[in-house]
């Protein structure tokens, strides 16, 4: 009997396009067979802190907290390059800037997500009002909160949506930084075998290089994920994340993942954490 592999990641468009190699059985080990589970990215952060999966998605941010169960994988990265979260408030707003945002309340996508370690980097003051993604326009526009941190498609449809950017988070990182903003990742458990960590490695490359080398076929498994994106957004938002850094981090992307998470320890927003990566 095969080895069942639980492979967890979010049901969003990026995600969907980087796992079709698999999904659609052109990825494939020998002795191995993969159980696809899809979550929102704060129920799979949740899930990890039990080692629930042996291969999932997490933010960075939870990253620190589940050091001692997983080890990132260097395929299957979402990183920023200049752009990322975004900070919106209501098209009528007041608020133009990010520093008159200081103590106000602030719709946040998750408490574990990357996103919201951002706005702490960035707007260290303000009042995180924990909702799920998909609510978070609506709860600026209705008012219940001043601003809102966007993220997935939203990224896209704001401004269509009456929302005004005050802020792209991805933007402002890299132009103090130089790096891309490290989101989401791909981790392993640490308690596998080494040379099954290595073979898990080895097929994460493989099915996100699948999915390059097959755009159009990986973009229409994504498009029935898409949340309503036309096909040329939802190409958008996939050439967004789904890209060179989802190949493979290289030293420059490993170095991105270190930074984000030293000056946020340094801020005192997580625990110090050296992140370790499963070589393939």
Same mark, same amino acid.
Do not use: C
């Given at each position: 009997?095969?080895?069942k592999?639980?492979?967890?990641?979010?049901?969003?468009?990026?995600?969907a396009?980087?796992?079709?190699?698999?999904?659609s059985?052109?990825?494939?080990a020998?002795?191995?067979?993969?159980?696809?589970?899809l979550?929102?990215?704060?129920?799979?952060?949740?899930a990890?802190?039990?080692?629930r999966y042996?291969?999932?998605?997490?933010?960075v941010?939870a990253?620190?907290?589940?050091?001692?169960?997983?080890?990132?994988?260097?395929?299957?990265?979402s990183?920023?390059?200049?752009?990322?979260?975004?900070?919106?408030?209501?098209g009528?707003?007041?608020?133009?800037? =990010?520093?008159? $945002?200081? !103590?106000?309340?602030v @719709?946040i996508?998750?408490?574990? +997500?990357? #996103?919201?370690?951002?706005?702490?980097?960035?707007?260290?003051e303000?009042?995180?009002?924990?909702v799920?993604f998909?609510?978070?326009?609506?709860?600026?526009?209705?008012?219940k909160v001043?601003a809102?941190?966007?993220?997935?498609?939203?990224?896209?449809?704001?401004?269509?949506e009456?929302l005004?950017?005050?802020?792209?988070l991805?933007?402002?990182?890299k132009?103090?930084?130089?790096?891309?903003?490290?989101?989401?990742?791909?981790a392993v458990?640490?308690?596998?075998p080494?040379?099954?960590?290595?073979?898990?490695?080895?097929?994460?490359t493989?099915t996100v =290089?699948?999915? $390059?080398e !097959?755009r159009?076929? @990986?973009?229409?498994?994504?498009? +029935?994920? #898409?949340?309503g994106l036309?096909?040329?957004?939802a190409?958008?938002?996939?050439g967004m994340?789904?890209?060179?850094?989802?190949?493979?981090?290289?030293p420059?992307?490993?170095?991105?993942v270190?930074?984000?998470?030293?000056?946020?320890?340094?801020?005192g927003?997580?625990?110090?954490v050296?992140?370790?990566?499963?070589?393939?």
């Open positions: 009997m095969p080895q592999i639980r492979v967890a990641h979010s049901p969003d468009s990026d995600d396009f980087m796992f079709y190699g698999l999904a059985g052109a990825v494939k020998d002795g191995l067979e993969f159980v696809h589970e979550s929102d990215i704060e129920t799979l952060n949740r990890a802190l039990e080692g042996e291969i999932t998605a997490l933010s941010h990253y620190a907290y589940l050091h001692d169960k997983y080890m990132l994988l260097d395929s299957g990265a990183f920023g390059d200049g752009y990322g979260p975004t900070l919106v408030v209501d009528r707003s007041q608020f133009l800037r =990010v520093e008159e $945002l200081r !103590h106000a309340r @719709a996508p998750g408490k574990w +997500t990357s #996103a919201a370690l951002a706005l702490s980097l960035r707007l260290p303000h009042e995180p009002v924990v799920d998909k609510d978070v326009g609506r709860m600026v526009k209705l008012g001043e809102g941190l966007v993220i997935h498609e939203g990224q896209l449809t704001a401004r269509e009456g005004r950017v005050v802020e792209d991805g933007k402002s990182w132009e103090r930084t130089g790096l891309p903003l490290p989101l989401g990742m791909n458990r640490k308690d596998l080494e040379p099954l960590r290595r073979t898990l490695a080895r097929v994460m493989e =290089v699948y999915g $390059l !097959h159009e076929k @990986a973009l229409d498994h994504a498009m +029935t994920y #898409a949340r036309d096909r040329k957004k190409d958008q938002f996939v994340y789904v890209n060179e850094w989802t190949r493979e981090l290289g420059r992307g490993r170095q991105a270190t930074t984000f998470l030293k000056e946020s320890a340094d801020r927003l997580i625990a110090p050296t992140p370790e990566f499963q070589a393939r």
